[in-house]
Nanobody, 124 residues
Framework: QVQLVESGGGLVQAGGSLRLSCAAS????????MGWFHQAPGKEREFVAA????????DYADSVKGRFTISRDNAKNTVYLQMNSLKPEDTALYYC?????????????????WGQGTQVTVSS
């Protein structure tokens, strides 16, 4: 069992930055691939970024490539999402997810544990 707690969301102006954190409980964090998803009002939850167990491989949605960076610190049981050059369309509830696999996936159904989410609001 893994419990995930996100933090770092907030209100920011367009062009600004935020760093989201996701702290995981448990001693086996390093064997989980991790992902970030977001859900805007009235829309489906969508893939944002993912990282494999060691941090050696990452991938991003086209909409955030070059602006967002996912990373992890297995010693701290934490995964991060650095978000730069934020746009109003990035406004959403951001979720952290853990997958019982060394490698990540893109579909939300392939993740086993979810956090409660942290709100990101980008004003124009």
């Amino acid at each position: 069992q893994v419990q995930l707690v996100e933090s770092g969301g907030g209100l920011v102006q367009a062009g600004g930055s935020l760093r989201l954190s996701c702290a995981a409980s448990g001693r086996t964090f390093s064997v989980y691939a991790m992902g970030w998803f977001h859900q805007a009002p009235g829309k489906e939850r969508e893939f944002v970024a993912a990282i494999n167990w060691s941090g050696s491989r990452t991938d991003y949605a086209d909409s955030v490539k070059g602006r967002f960076t996912i990373s992890r610190d297995n010693a701290k049981n934490t995964v991060y999402l650095q978000m730069n050059s934020l746009k109003p369309e990035d406004t959403a509830l951001y979720y952290c997810a853990a997958r019982r696999s060394l490698n990540y996936a893109y579909g939300q159904d392939e993740y086993d544990y979810w956090g409660q989410g942290t709100q990101v609001t980008v004003s124009s």
